[in-house]
């Protein structure tokens, strides 16, 4: 408005005020959304920096890697922890990702329209939501006591297979969501049949989606520690499960899949839970090494989607 | 095409007629693997089916001694939860009452917060802007809650303690106010795909109105979205009352019939947590009294999602 205000009859400089004010209002919006934001990051910076200054002495100690769990906190390291950690996540990884592939290609590409289908979705949705510890629960009441697996890492590893496996299923069915009819379309053409078609044209275009939503249920599940608590995991564990591979055949082994674990959240959760202060400098060296663990698998499963984002615009 | 010849369950013909020789032997392998993998996926789908049975039944079965022990009238009135001590005592609204408080004030971070920062991405955010913010929200969302405990105890407890001298070492402030931007970026990508799925059309017509942006969003965008907003808090809630190890660090162990945000008091989930941390034995009452409070912080979350689902599903039909 470049007209002189002194020539505005009153109506026009009620009109210009609205303006203004309206104005006002959108930057104030818009800085509101900004601060909400500037405060979710400067939170994840303070919880890494929080992490990282308390904990530093154990974080530069080779020994904290490399040792058992101990009384004296300044002895104390996590190397059982990351080796639970390890076992179990090979076994959710083995059980959850064929089990929700397979689940989300049912639903996508097979299920009929019908109430078992209804069933099936609402139930993964619903599934979705409920709270990781009725898991544990489900897994307390059913695999250790109902199928006396005991509290074994074989235990643990289906409990968090069967808490990501929404993760996993809906990852999957956006995948193959997103792959063109077209594709489908030409494989029938050449004579495929429905299987040969899934299988050989639609899983390997849907697979970096796939891929993406594995990682981030393996993510969540590398840090969960309430359903692994309530199968009663122990804390002080000095000692490594049995090795999975040996020297003389069959070479393979699966004793560890029965043996006592613990893994880093709750080795987090024994050392913040007690009152000196020294452990708690543990607490947050193992806190430093879950965070590099999870922020790294989310930040490749957001390189992974970018890459495929830029493949599908080209 | 094959999928126009499926049968009830989707599951492709027998099959193929007789041709002869190796073409047929061929075409009936390839028939009985196609047929093979469609049941194998079937199976693989029903197993979400079965861990929904498993959860309801463990809870049930587990609890139901429980129950014959403790009059539901006590378990619901009853303002003492001491299940370990001599003279037990079971109201489990001492566990919920901390739940309550713990997750109301989580959304009252959560619901403004989420609310403001998803109509700035749907409303106001370049698209630039929302593609470096959502992988951002995302990160913050795949923080270890264990971790986010550690936080709300030995960060944010001292630092409130500064400006609230009465605050307990353990409070149910400290862990509310960090589950409330934990579970904010969630609450605000649902908000906000909520917000995106209204049709550009109305926009323009309260742009055409002479609308600012800001009414725009308030008085068009938002009440037309209304059923998806509502389903990100109510899922958002249901998050917030099954947050488990936040709680269990920060919050303290103590059963406490208080909605004192200074004091610190067990929730559902940390009474859970607390009990399996001691050596519970099979089928004493302690154990199945974890049963018990399981089964009400599953109907709570289960009553929440149920609802959010259909107002989520509601949103997705409108348009």
Same mark, same amino acid.
């Given at each position: ?35 909400? !934001? ?13 992490? *990282? ?106 409990? !968090? $297979?069967?808490?990501? !496996?929404?993760? *996993? ?36 275009? $849907? ?18 520690? $309430? ?6 995991? !122990? ?80 | ?64 001694? @429980? ?84 936080? &709300?105890?030995? @960060? ?48 323009? &017509? ?22 998806? #907003? ?26 406490? @019939? ?48 149920? #609802? ?6 509601? @949103?997705?039909?409108?348009?």
């Amino acid at each position: 408005m470049s007209v002189e205000s002194h020539v505005l009859g009153p109506e026009q400089r009620s009109f210009q005020a609205l303006v203004a004010a309206n104005r006002r209002t959108d930057v104030l919006m818009a800085s509101v959304g900004i601060l909400v !934001l500037a405060v979710a990051a400067a939170l994840l910076t303070a919880v890494m920096v929080d992490l *990282i200054s308390s904990g530093w002495p154990r974080l530069v100690n080779p020994d904290f890697y490399t040792s058992f769990p101990s009384r004296k906190p300044e002895q104390a390291g996590i190397i059982s922890a990351m080796v639970g950690t390890s076992l179990v996540m090979l076994v959710t990884a083995f059980i959850s990702i064929p089990l929700a592939v397979a689940a989300g290609i049912y639903l996508e590409e097979y299920a009929p329209k019908n109430w078992l289908t209804d069933i099936i979705e609402i139930n993964v949705s619903n599934l979705a939501g409920v709270p990781s510890i009725i898991y544990g629960l489900l897994a307390l009441g059913l695999f250790v006591y109902g199928f006396g697996l005991g509290e074994t890492i074989l235990t643990a590893g289906l409990v !968090l $297979a069967l808490l990501i !496996l929404p993760v *996993i299923i809906v990852a999957t069915r956006e995948a193959i969501r997103s792959i063109p009819k077209d594709l489908r379309e030409a494989a029938y053409g050449l004579g495929a049949d429905k299987w040969q078609t899934v299988s050989h044209y639609v899983l390997p275009a $849907a697979r970096p989606g796939i891929l993406t939503g594995a990682i981030v249920g393996l993510a969540r599940a590398i840090g969960e520690a $309430a359903p692994v608590i309530t199968i009663g995991a !122990l804390t002080f564990i000095a000692f490594l499960p049995p090795a999975p591979v040996q020297a003389t055949p069959p070479f393979i082994n699966f004793d560890w899949l029965m043996s006592p674990f613990t893994v880093m959240p709750i080795q987090l959760f024994n050392w913040v839970s007690r009152p000196q202060a020294a452990f708690h400098i543990n607490a947050a060296a193992t806190g430093v090494v879950l965070m590099v663990m999870t922020l790294l698998m989310n930040g490749l499963a957001i390189y992974i989607r970018f890459k495929l984002r830029q493949h599908q615009r080209s | 095409m094959p999928q126009s010849r499926t049968t009830t369950l989707g599951f492709p013909p027998g099959p193929a007629p007789l041709i002869g020789g190796a073409t047929e032997q061929f075409l009936r392998r390839r028939a009985f693997w196609n047929r093979f993998a469609a049941y194998w996926l079937l199976a693989a789908a029903s197993v979400s089916v079965f861990v929904t049975i498993g959860i309801v039944y463990v809870l049930f079965t587990e609890s139901a001694p @429980f129950f014959r022990v403790v009059s539901l009238k006590d378990f619901l009135t009853d303002t003492q939860w001491t299940p370990v001590f001599e003279n037990a005592r079971y109201g489990v609204m001492t566990l919920v009452s901390a739940t309550v408080t713990v997750a109301g004030i989580a959304l009252a971070v959560a619901i403004p917060a989420g609310l403001a920062l998803a109509i700035y991405l749907s409303e106001y955010a370049r698209p630039a802007v929302r593609e470096t913010v959502k992988p951002l929200l995302e990160l913050l969302e795949g923080v270890p809650t264990v971790v986010y405990g550690f936080f &709300a105890l030995l @960060f944010v407890t001292p630092l409130l303690q500064t400006f609230i001298p009465g605050l307990a070492g353990f409070n149910m402030l400290a862990p509310g106010l960090v589950m409330g931007i934990m579970i904010l970026p969630y609450t605000a990508s649902v908000s906000e795909d909520a917000m995106r799925a209204v049709p550009m059309g109305l926009r323009e &017509a309260g742009y055409a109105l002479g609308y600012s942006r800001f009414r725009v969003a308030t008085r068009v965008v938002v009440p037309a979205a209304l059923s998806g #907003i509502t389903a990100a808090f109510i899922l958002g809630m249901s998050r917030a009352v099954g947050e488990t190890m936040v709680v269990a660090i920060a919050a303290g162990q103590n059963p406490n @019939f208080t909605f004192n945000p200074t004091e610190g008091a067990a929730t559902i989930t940390a009474y859970i947590v607390q009990m399996a941390m001691g050596d519970l034995p099979h089928g004493s009452i302690a154990y199945q009294s974890v049963f018990a409070a399981g089964m009400v912080l599953f109907l709570i979350t289960l009553l929440f999602n149920l #609802i959010g689902f259909y107002l989520r599903r509601r @949103f997705r039909e409108a348009y």
